[in-house]
Structure formats: C-alpha cells, structure tokens
C-alpha cells in the first residue's frame, strides 16, 4: 500500500473518487479506508477476546 499511494503524483491525489454518490478527493479516500481498517480491528478484537483467543501479533502490531 506504501508503495502505491508514493508512487501517485499530486495530480492523482487532486482527482476525485466516486464511490456511490459519495464523491471525495484521493487523500481522503484514503483517510477513509484507514478509519474502516481501525473500526474493523478494534471489532474483531473484542469477537475474539470474547472468544478467549488471543489476537495475532500482526494484528497487535498493526494497531499499536
């Protein structure tokens, strides 16, 4: 992902995603993707502590 988001000029980062009427800046959609990463992990954080199973250590790295 590092790769391809540095590899975009400032040009792509001006363009404008439509995702369904939700139209938004590059940069932004970006920002977005991030904050459903992070609702995901902290959801299936607590499936699995009510799961007794310890959560993955990519996983624990990646949140911080």
Do not use: H, W
């Not at 938004?24 to 799961?51: H, S």
């Amino acid at each position: 992902m590092k790769a391809t988001v540095s590899a975009l000029s400032d040009e792509d980062l001006k363009k404008t995603v439509d995702r369904g009427g939700y139209a938004m800046p590059v940069d932004m959609q970006l920002d977005v993707y991030l904050q459903a990463l992070l609702i995901f992990f902290g959801k299936a954080t607590i499936y699995l502590k009510a799961m007794n199973k310890a959560l993955p250590q990519q996983v624990q790295d990646y949140i911080g």
